[in-house]
């Protein structure tokens, strides 16, 4: 793992780290993820916040088991090897996760969720950052649009819409590791009904 100092890059910097604390990020964050964060912050958003020209809002950061529990209860479908759970040991409990990593998980690497007030729908958000990405402007782990809907009255209702978006595994794993172990995940999806399941997008 590359514990190297993250420098903060040329021009204005819309993010700061007290804006992920506000989501529950630690204020005396471990070394790697105090790496996490700057890479994230720097290299991911920030570019992401000046090609759109809109302020991004930080929904979500940094997830306890806690909180996991908690979004399962208030009918999310949170991911057990999500990268909001920044590195932290984790216990599975998952079969087919136990199967291929064994009690423990501890191979996320940082996500956040966001929303653009001033954006409404974020489908084109979403593309600007699959083009960043392809372009080779930014590299990240996943990037996920989300929506929960609501039936009334026959019609389908938009309730909630945000973007889930991590690190890339290779920040902190070979590509050899990545790939033995099976931690890639696919780049680019939707989900529509709340992440109970998922949508490629090419």
Not at 27 to 36: F, M, V
Not at 133 to 147: A, M, R, S
Request: net charge positive; proline share 5%.
């Amino acid at each position: 793992m590359n514990f190297l100092t993250t420098k903060r890059p040329k021009g204005k910097v819309y993010f700061s780290k007290s804006e992920f604390e506000s989501r529950g990020f630690p204020k005396k964050p471990t070394t790697l993820e105090s790496y996490l964060l700057a890479n994230l912050m720097y290299y991911i958003l920030n570019p992401i916040r000046i090609k759109i020209g809109m302020p991004i809002m930080l929904t979500d950061c940094y997830r306890s088991m806690a909180k996991y529990r908690d979004l399962k209860k208030r009918g999310y479908y949170p991911s057990p090897t999500s990268d909001h759970f920044w590195a932290q040991v984790i216990p599975t409990t998952r079969s087919r996760d136990v199967k291929k990593f064994g009690p423990q998980y501890h191979f996320s690497a940082g996500a956040v969720d966001f929303v653009c007030p001033r954006a409404g729908s974020l489908v084109g958000t979403f593309n600007v950052i699959r083009d960043l990405v392809n372009k080779n402007i930014i590299d990240v782990g996943q990037c996920i649009l989300e929506t929960k809907y609501e039936i009334k009255n026959g019609k389908k209702k938009m309730l909630k819409q945000w973007i889930h978006i991590s690190n890339p595994k290779s920040l902190i794993y070979t590509g050899g590791f990545i790939k033995d172990m099976g931690i890639q995940k696919t780049k680019f999806l939707t989900s529509d009904d709340n992440g109970k399941t998922y949508k490629v997008v090419l």
